[in-house]
T-cell receptor, first 113, second 112 residues
Framework: NAGVTQTPKFQVLKTGQSMTLQCAQD?????MYWYRQDPGMGLRLIYY???????DKGEVPNGYNVSRLNKREFSLRLESAAPSQTSVYFC????????????FGQGTRLTVV | KQEVTQIPAALSVPEGENLVLNCSFT??????LQWFRQDPGKGLTSLLL???SQREQTSGRLNASLDKSSGRSTLYIAASQPGDSATYLC???????????WGAGTKLIIKP
C-alpha cells in the first residue's frame, strides 16, 4: 500500500540547473498538491490540481511549473533553480480537495548551491 | 482571510501526562479541520479529520474536538508516550475554498 510516492528523496542542484520532482499516488484521488516547507514559514502551497486536467497556482508559484500527467501523477519542475528554492518539498493527494483527508509523500529535500 | 494559529509553538511534558494541543481559526465558516503529525525528516500523517457538523473524533488515545463558535479545535492526547514526540499541525478547509489553511505546528516532546 504505497500511498503517495515522491522521487527523489534528496537532491543537490547548482544555481541555474533544472529538475523535475515526481509524485505518484495509487489511491485514485482526484486532487493533488505540491507544498514547500521552510523553517519558520510552515507549509506553503506551490501549485495544486483539483482534478485530472486542471492545475492552479497556490501561494508561492513563482519559479515553478507543474504537470498533471494523468490521474496518478503530478510533477513539479524547477526551470532555473535558485538558492531561495532550497527547501523540503511535499506532494499530497486527497479524494476531493481539502474536503477530504489529505495524504502526504515523504518529501524531497532540495538544496540549491 | 482565514488564519490558523497554533499555540504554543513547542511543548515539553513528562511521560504519562494527558495533554491538549490547541488550534485556533479566525473564520467560523469552516468545512472541516484536520490534525496531522510530522516526525523529523518525514512527511505528514493524517491523524483525525473533523467535519463542521461534528464536535469530536476519536482514534485510540487521540481525541479531537471542534467548536466553530469559539473558533477553536483541540487535540487531546491521553497517557502520553515518548513515541508521541513529533510536530502536530492543524489545517482548516473553508466552505468557499477547498484548499487547506495551515497552522505553523506545535512541537511536542514527551520526556521519559
Amino acid at each position: 500500500n504505497a500511498g503517495v510516492t515522491q522521487t527523489p528523496k534528496f537532491q543537490v542542484l547548482k544555481t541555474g540547473q533544472s529538475m523535475t520532482l515526481q509524485c505518484a499516488q495509487d489511491m485514485n484521488h482526484n486532487s493533488m498538491y505540491w507544498y514547500r516547507q521552510d523553517p519558520g514559514m510552515g507549509l506553503r502551497l506551490i501549485y495544486y490540481s483539483a482534478s485530472e486536467g486542471t492545475t492552479d497556482k497556490g501561494e508561492v508559484p513563482n519559479g515553478y511549473n507543474v504537470s498533471r500527467l494523468n490521474k496518478r501523477e503530478f510533477s513539479l519542475r524547477l526551470e532555473s533553480a535558485a538558492p531561495s528554492q532550497t527547501s523540503v518539498y511535499f506532494c499530497a493527494s486527497s479524494e476531493q480537495g481539502g474536503w477530504a483527508e489529505a495524504f502526504f509523500g515523504q518529501g524531497t529535500r532540495l538544496t540549491v548551491v | 482571510k482565514q488564519e490558523v494559529t497554533q499555540i504554543p509553538a513547542a511543548l515539553s511534558v513528562p511521560e504519562g501526562e494527558n495533554l491538549v494541543l490547541n488550534c485556533s481559526f479566525t473564520d467560523s465558516a469552516i468545512y472541516n479541520l484536520q490534525w496531522f503529525r510530522q516526525d523529523p525528516g518525514k512527511g505528514l500523517t493524517s491523524l483525525l479529520l473533523i467535519q463542521s457538523s461534528q464536535r469530536e473524533q476519536t482514534s485510540g488515545r487521540l481525541n479531537a474536538s471542534l467548536d466553530k463558535s469559539s473558533g477553536r479545535s483541540t487535540l487531546y492526547i491521553a497517557a502520553s508516550q515518548p513515541g508521541d514526540s513529533a510536530t502536530y499541525l492543524c489545517a482548516a478547509t473553508m466552505d468557499s475554498n477547498y484548499q487547506l489553511i495551515w497552522g505553523a505546528g506545535t512541537k511536542l516532546i514527551i520526556k521519559p
